[in-house]
């Protein structure tokens, strides 16, 4: 009983699960080890500054952290609200953002094929060039897009025969 009363007093001061932090801890750890081991010449690239991982990184939390995460989250708020004042039946919500999470996802995956970064050593290493990148990118995207748009349209369906 008094250690139920502990963790839930815990809990109300930090906020969080009791694994974070060790788990916090661990990830601390295996990102110290892996620069000791790799070292911080493997992190910097001192001919083309641009191209360090350290550089990209930083960017990279900078680019979501700051910019995209808030956006997105806006963006949410807004749909989520916009769908609780229409009255729906059957919220639209996951059914916009599965498809755009699998198109971001995608996107920095492919991100460098799109944008035909390493073309030479692409060519060299397949043989191919890196033209068909975007169209294919754009046609998952719209096929993503659109198989969602169906699942909404038959659930809505359903909802509405239900009734």
């Excluded at 799109?114 to 719209?142: C, D, E, K, M, V």
Aim: glycine share 6%.
């Amino acid at each position: 009983m008094a250690t139920g009363r502990l963790i839930h007093r815990r809990k109300r001061v930090y906020g969080a699960h009791p694994l974070h932090v060790p788990v916090l801890l661990a990830s601390f750890a295996l990102t110290g080890y892996s620069v000791w081991v790799l070292g911080f010449d493997a992190l910097w690239n001192h001919r083309v500054w641009w191209q360090a991982i350290a550089v990209w990184f930083a960017a990279a939390i900078i680019a979501h952290d700051l910019i995209l995460f808030p956006a997105y989250a806006l963006l949410d708020r807004v749909l989520a609200a916009a769908s609780t004042r229409a009255g729906l039946q059957v919220s639209p919500l996951n059914y916009i953002r599965v498809p755009l999470l699998g198109i971001g996802l995608s996107f920095l995956l492919f991100f460098p094929g799109i944008i035909q970064q390493s073309a030479t050593t692409y060519h060299a290493a397949t043989g191919g060039n890196q033209q068909a990148f975007l169209p294919r990118w754009l046609l998952l995207s719209a096929t993503m897009l659109a198989i969602s748009a169906l699942a909404y349209a038959i659930r809505s369906l359903r909802a509405r025969r239900r009734r």
